[in-house]
């Protein structure tokens, strides 16, 4: 996925002149490249995200389309004012691709760990928030960031992730894909899931089968805005809506779903579970899939997480 | 160090000539107009903002974002008022504008945004924003091949912030000649004096050390000022860096130099009144 992204920003600048790129300090085969294939238009500009992300506020005034890599915690966290004043405020069209969304950095601990980003990033007027679920899905993406109005976040996973998306399934920032829906589209479940959360939901999804229970599962890629037609349309009628989201519980996708819910279907929205990562943090290092199994998010304890909201329900 | 420019004449007790009482009386018209302000402030600033806008900036008041115009970036937002009384002067909105100032519908806030009042290039307010955003548009300036200049004033309080010696790093680095950082150093922030909140000197020796091209001068000596302001980029190879020691309050002889007059949350007409009369003394 972060080879995808990168090489989509070298495509683009050979395509679009306002094109550029600002590194802080990662990845010296990158440095090079953007000298060879960017040159003039791409910077390594050390650990200092405060300024990268004012200087890239300056270059979009100036028209252009500044593309700021870096780590995805340092991105949000340590410059928050600057992408909240300067990017948001201003409505400034800059790409920001946080590396490591998630738990991928889980060996080097909480100090690393992007698991409230895109609360913090969804809390800014103008921000838009996106997390694909694979490679595939960045590039039909990344085609769409050039022109569009506001700041992004675009959150990265790990890398080499098994591809789930569809290219027939298209692409559109802020538009659900529905990735599996049960025939003549009745479900009792409706799975909301972002980033590689939907590919342990949909592996989930085809546990439950084999119990006959049909899941639809719901790609919500983009965060904000939120696709709250899609959402709506399909939260009628199911007997329990699942969240699913390599993120804190509070204020991220699961938040979102409820906001909206409460918003569109007062006193008639569905039991609504949210699995999540839980209000603290991580206490344990390892690998990113370990973590996500600690904290329920392998597709055996959503599947679990299902039957058991089902149960609830039933009883 | 070469190329450096020497402080000109300092002269703290110099007088204030015609236009610049004039600019300070405009200044209390908006302090009137919110019944509120950057009183100490924006008085600092007002022979710095006099002069870029009457002598050393490209731009049109006729059309804001004509895109050959410098690009003035006031970083320290909370002096907002010193900028609008120029705006105001150049055309860019009428003068009884400046009455609306904090008002509910007013364009003209506490801190400075772009996009409401034409002739602003950045909201500002939240501090050690503008220099990171003025690499930005020196960057942006060169890749156009743009001979416009970018100029960003900060205070002296706002350099604690360590954002805007990030971004003196990167200027620096990509040797931009069409940046101009001025300092409004005053002496006094908020709590009190610079010296005791947080030491900045030996202040030029930093801004030399970060690899800027230095001038100092008297910040309330308008022919000083057009003189030194004239002649940037003091190097064609570097950022410009220009300490401007200037007064805080200048101009209200019982503001001057005191912390408590950084800024009013409640200006009254007798205060507004002891306010015209000071600078009628002058």
Known sequence: MRPACVNKVFELAKRDPRVTYIGSDLDPPITKRMKDEMPGRAWMEGVSEQHIVGMSAG????????????????????????????????????????????LVYAPLGPTHLAIEDIAIMRALPNMTVVSVCDADEMKRFMDQTLDWPGPIYIRLAKGYDPIVSRAELGFTIGKAIVMREAAGGKSRVLMVTTGVATTRAL???????????????MHMHTVKPLDTAALIEHARDCDLIVTV????????????VIDALVDAMPGTIPPVKRLGIPDAFAKNYGSQDQLMEIYGLQPPEIAQAVRDGLRRRAA | MANDVALSAHAPGQQLDKRSIELRRLVVRALDGGARGHIGSSLSLIEIMRVLYDDILRYRADTPDWEERDRCILSKGHGCIAQYVMLAEKGFFPHEVLDTFCRRDSILGGHPEAGKIPGIEASTGALGHGLPIGVGRAMGLRIKQSDACVFVITGDGEINEGSVWEAALSASKHRLSNLNWMIDYNKVQSAGPTEEILPLEPLADKCRAFGFAVAEVDGHDVEALRRLLRTVPVDRERPTAIICHTVKGKGLSFAENDAN???????????????YDALEAL
């Open chain 1, 59 to 102: 270059l979009a005034m100036e028209g252009f389309i500044p593309y700021v890599h870096t780590i995805a915690t340092f991105i949000t966290r340590r410059c928050y004012e600057q992408v909240a004043v300067d990017l948001c405020l201003h409505n400034l069209p800059v790409r920001l691709i946080g590396n490591g969304g998630g």
């Open chain 1, 203 to 217: 592996e989930a999804a085809d546990a439950l089968e084999a119990d006959g229970i049909e899941c639809t599962i």
């Open chain 1, 245 to 256: 989201e390599e993120h804190t519980i509070v204020g991220g996708l699961g938040s979102a």
């Open chain 2, 261 to 275: 007059w950084h800024h009013k949350s409640s200006i009254n007409k007798e205060l507004v009144a002891q306010m």
